[in-house]
Structures are given as structure tokens and as C-alpha cells.
T-cell receptor, first 116, second 114 residues
């Protein structure tokens, strides 16, 4: 079974600065997808960024980028130029590309606080 | 287009009762997954339905069940409610095909068992 670990329960960042969230995962599979989801107080999970394991290039989406280290099974999220609206819970998630279905395995989450 | 709709948004039930939660996926999406979110256990996968068939199942007791209708709408049922079933229940929809990788979530149903 796959597991996802987020070691930072909470991170604080000054507005306009950069914060990096850590995520490690454990799997014996060679093909999979990794995601970062944002959950604001409204509770709705929003996809921030995704990475296909077979792609060596790190994914980027505007101010969000990842550092994907497949051998180390590490998948960190960098938020640049942090904005007040970035304050939320962030979840790292894993999905197998080898099994049928869309089951996501989530980490425990990291709360991001943005200070004005 | 309309997003994933979960009803009701809030629910209070008494221990021992049963409850049914509903999820309407995005139009054209055939896969619906359910997750339980609690402060202690985090986000846990309950089950996934695709074309009216359960395709994946998590490690929850048989009190938790679901179904999917021909229009892809899904319901989740919890029987004999326990205090520990208090949680936010999230539904996610996706196209469900082999190359599909993005799941879209609803705003959840907050269930409180008293």
C-alpha cells in the first residue's frame, strides 16, 4: 500500500515571500501521479498542481512549482510571492497509474499561514 | 459548467440512526469517489463508483455503503451511526477514463453525530 507523509503540520510565510512544503511518499510502483491540493476554509479541495512520475521536468503553475525527486520519493511544493489568498490547508496526494480507478491517497496536510 | 454538488451541506444525526448523502458529479463525469475527513485520521478513501459499479473500496466497515445511478449521481449511506462517524464527507468526480488524472471535489457534507 502506498503512503504519503507531510512532516510539517504548519508553515508561516510573510506576504510576497516564498514557502516550501515537504511531501514524501512510499510506493513500489513505477508509474503514478502526484498532486498538491489546496483546501481553504470553504472546505472545497482545489487542485494546485500535478506531476506525472514518468516526466522528469518539474511541473509549474504560475506561482506554484514542485521539486520532484523520484529516486528519493520526494515531492515538495514551492509557493512564490505568497498572497493572503494562499492561506489554506495543503494536501499532497498520490494516485496509481497502474491500477484502475481514481483512488487518491493523501498526506496529513500542512496549514499555511500568510502574514501581511 | 456546474461543479460537483453535494447535498446536504450540514447534517446532524443521532447515534444509531442512518444517513444518506448525495453527490452530483460534473456533467460527463462517470467516476465518483467518496472520502472521509476527520482531524484525527485525515482524508481517507471510502470507495469509488464508475458506470454504476464499485471500482475501488477503502478500509471502512460494512456500515458504509454507496451506489451510483445511471446519470452518474452517487449516494453514500451510513447505517447505525456512531459518534466517530462525525466528519466532513467529500465527493470527487472525474471523467474516469484511463488517462484521466484530475479529480474535482465538492464542498462536502459536514455530518455531526450526537
Amino acid at each position: 500500500a502506498q503512503t504519503v507523509t507531510q512532516s510539517q503540520p504548519e508553515m508561516s510565510v510573510q506576504e510576497a515571500e516564498t514557502v516550501t512544503l515537504s511531501c514524501t511518499y512510499d510506493t513500489s510502483e513505477s508509474d503514478y501521479y502526484l498532486f498538491w491540493y489546496k483546501q481553504p476554509p470553504s472546505r472545497q479541495m482545489i487542485l494546485v498542481i500535478r506531476q506525472e512520475a514518468y516526466k522528469q521536468q518539474n511541473a509549474t503553475e504560475n506561482r506554484f512549482s514542485v521539486n520532484f525527486q523520484k529516486a528519493a520519493k520526494s515531492f515538495s511544493l514551492k509557493i512564490s510571492d505568497s498572497q493572503l489568498g494562499d492561506a489554506a490547508m495543503y494536501f499532497c496526494a498520490y494516485r496509481s497509474a497502474m491500477a484502475a480507478g481514481n483512488k487518491l491517497t493523501f498526506g496529513g496536510g500542512t496549514r499555511v499561514l500568510v502574514k501581511p | 459548467k456546474a461543479g460537483v454538488t453535494q447535498t446536504p451541506r450540514y447534517l446532524i444525526k443521532t447515534r444509531g440512526q442512518q444517513v444518506t448523502l448525495s453527490c452530483s458529479p460534473i456533467s460527463g463525469h462517470r467516476s465518483v469517489s467518496w472520502y472521509q475527513q476527520t482531524p484525527g485520521q485525515g482524508l481517507q478513501f471510502l470507495f469509488e463508483y464508475f458506470s454504476e459499479t464499485q471500482r475501488n473500496k477503502g478500509n471502512f466497515p460494512g456500515r458504509f455503503s454507496g451506489r451510483q445511478f445511471s446519470n452518474s449521481r452517487s449516494e453514500m449511506n451510513v447505517s447505525t451511526l456512531e459518534l466517530g462517524d462525525s466528519a466532513l464527507y467529500l465527493c470527487a468526480s472525474s471523467l474516469g477514463g484511463g488517462q484521466d488524472t484530475e479529480a474535482f471535489f465538492g464542498q462536502g457534507t459536514r455530518l455531526t453525530v450526537v
